[in-house]
Protein backbone atom coordinates (compact mmCIF):
# COMPACT_ATOMS: atom_id res chain seq x y z
CA UNK A 1 0.00 0.00 0.00
CA UNK A 2 1.70 2.97 0.91
CA UNK A 3 4.50 4.13 3.34
CA UNK A 4 4.68 7.98 3.42
CA UNK A 5 3.77 10.15 6.21
CA UNK A 6 4.28 7.73 9.15
CA UNK A 7 1.56 5.89 7.29
CA UNK A 8 1.39 2.09 9.07
CA UNK A 9 -0.35 -0.76 7.22
CA UNK A 10 -1.17 -4.43 8.62
CA UNK A 11 -2.94 -6.90 6.67
CA UNK A 12 -4.01 -10.31 6.87
CA UNK A 13 -6.05 -12.74 4.63
CA UNK A 14 -9.49 -10.67 4.43
CA UNK A 15 -8.97 -7.04 6.25
CA UNK A 16 -6.48 -4.27 5.70
CA UNK A 17 -5.61 -1.68 8.56
CA UNK A 18 -4.14 1.38 7.39
CA UNK A 19 -2.86 3.68 10.55
CA UNK A 20 -2.63 7.88 9.93
CA UNK A 21 -0.88 9.17 12.80
CA UNK A 22 -2.27 12.75 11.95
CA UNK A 23 -5.12 12.19 9.75
CA UNK A 24 -3.54 12.45 6.52
CA UNK A 25 -5.04 12.02 3.01
CA UNK A 26 -4.30 8.79 1.85
CA UNK A 27 -4.78 7.00 -1.61
CA UNK A 28 -4.97 3.08 -1.35
CA UNK A 29 -5.10 0.21 -4.14
CA UNK A 30 -8.04 -1.67 -3.52
CA UNK A 31 -6.31 -4.86 -5.41
CA UNK A 32 -4.47 -5.81 -2.12
CA UNK A 33 -6.62 -8.56 -1.13
CA UNK A 34 -6.78 -11.05 -4.06
CA UNK A 35 -9.52 -13.15 -3.17
CA UNK A 36 -12.05 -10.02 -2.72
CA UNK A 37 -14.92 -8.68 -4.96
CA UNK A 38 -16.11 -6.33 -2.52
CA UNK A 39 -14.45 -4.58 0.16
CA UNK A 40 -16.44 -2.17 2.88
CA UNK A 41 -14.34 1.06 3.98
CA UNK A 42 -14.65 1.77 7.38
CA UNK A 43 -12.73 4.74 9.84
CA UNK A 44 -11.75 3.64 13.27
CA UNK A 45 -11.23 6.30 16.01
CA UNK A 46 -8.56 5.00 18.48
CA UNK A 47 -9.33 7.32 21.25
CA UNK A 48 -13.43 6.45 21.12
CA UNK A 49 -13.24 3.26 19.74
CA UNK A 50 -15.81 4.47 17.53
CA UNK A 51 -15.86 2.64 14.10
CA UNK A 52 -18.00 4.65 11.43
CA UNK A 53 -18.98 2.79 8.07
CA UNK A 54 -17.75 4.68 4.61
CA UNK A 55 -19.13 2.65 2.06
CA UNK A 56 -18.84 -0.44 0.00
CA UNK A 57 -16.93 -0.41 -3.22
CA UNK A 58 -15.33 -3.11 -5.74
CA UNK A 59 -12.03 -4.84 -5.49
CA UNK A 60 -10.36 -2.57 -8.37
CA UNK A 61 -8.46 0.71 -8.80
CA UNK A 62 -7.40 3.03 -5.90
CA UNK A 63 -9.63 4.96 -3.18
CA UNK A 64 -8.86 8.71 -1.90
CA UNK A 65 -10.29 9.52 1.23
CA UNK A 66 -9.41 12.15 3.43
CA UNK A 67 -9.85 11.45 7.78
CA UNK A 68 -12.38 12.92 9.49
CA UNK A 69 -10.08 15.22 11.45
CA UNK A 70 -6.56 16.00 10.80
CA UNK A 71 -3.54 17.51 12.60
CA UNK A 72 -1.81 16.37 15.83
CA UNK A 73 -2.92 14.46 17.81
CA UNK A 74 -5.90 13.03 15.26
CA UNK A 75 -4.92 9.62 14.56
CA UNK A 76 -7.20 7.51 12.75
CA UNK A 77 -7.23 3.92 11.49
CA UNK A 78 -8.81 2.90 7.86
CA UNK A 79 -10.26 -0.56 8.02
CA UNK A 80 -10.76 -2.50 4.61
CA UNK A 81 -12.75 -5.40 5.24
CA UNK A 82 -13.65 -7.93 2.06
CA UNK A 83 -17.30 -8.08 2.47
Keep these: M ?3 YGLI ?3 GINYVFVYLPNG ?3 DISLETLPKA ?3 KLYWFDPRTGKKTYIRRV ?4 KFT ?3 PTTG ?3 DWILIVEQS
Design 65 to 67: TKA
Design 72 to 74: YGC
Design 2 to 4: LGY
Design 24 to 26: NNI
Design 37 to 39: KRL
Design 9 to 11: QTQ
Design 58 to 61: PAKG
